[in-house]
């Protein structure tokens, strides 16, 4: 019997969905255009960026262009939600966030009448290990 042991490793730049709503994650070169497919990070779930991403590409997220709800009642019914509308935010650049520590990112509404959503980002590390001190998790 062959004993096989996977091993899995993940980068520790990781971007974690603490909102109410599904996330679109992508990554883009200097000129905007994506160099990654696009990632859907669901409330409460996580991603890791790939490691050699994260020095040569920026981030960019928005509410998801379009997600399910399901409502049980007496049968199944889902309700599908065309992302609300919103574009993406502006292309951030992963040292501008461990520089700034505490930011908003805002993703402007394709009607310019309605309000930007808005998430509200913080760079957090770990200060008792001495490995991830160093690295940042948003």
Same mark, same amino acid.
């Given at each position: 019997?062959?004993?096989?042991?996977?091993?899995?490793?993940?980068?520790?730049?990781?971007?974690?969905?603490?909102?109410?709503?599904?996330?679109?994650?992508?990554?883009?070169?200097?000129t905007?255009?994506?160099?990654?497919?696009?990632?859907?990070i669901?409330?409460?779930?996580?991603?890791?960026?790939?490691?050699?991403?994260?020095?040569?590409?920026?981030?960019?997220?928005?509410?998801?262009? =379009?997600?399910?709800? =399901?409502?049980?009642?007496? /049968?199944?019914?889902?309700?599908?939600?065309?992302?609300?509308?919103y %574009?993406?935010?502006?292309?951030?650049r992963?040292?501008d966030?461990?520089?700034? =520590?505490?930011? /908003?990112? %805002?993703?402007?509404h394709?009607?310019?009448?309605?309000?930007?959503?808005?998430?509200?980002?913080?760079?957090? /590390?770990?200060v008792?290990?001495?490995v991830?001190?160093?690295?940042?998790?948003?």
């Open positions: 019997m062959d004993n096989v042991k996977v091993v899995t490793i993940r980068s520790t730049y990781k971007i974690e969905n603490q909102t109410l709503y599904p996330l679109e994650l992508t990554l883009v070169d200097d905007g255009h994506p160099v990654y497919s696009l990632e859907k669901a409330p409460g779930q996580d991603y890791s960026l790939p490691i050699e991403a994260v020095s040569q590409n920026k981030i960019r997220i928005q509410p998801d262009r =379009k997600f399910t709800v =399901k409502f049980l009642f007496l /049968t199944h019914l889902y309700l599908s939600i065309e992302g609300f509308g %574009k993406w935010c502006s292309a951030i992963w040292e966030l461990i520089a700034n =520590k505490s930011f /908003t990112i %805002k993703c402007p394709n009607d310019p009448r309605e309000a930007a959503f808005r998430f509200q980002a913080w760079v957090q /590390t770990d008792n290990d001495s991830s001190r160093y690295v940042t998790q948003l």
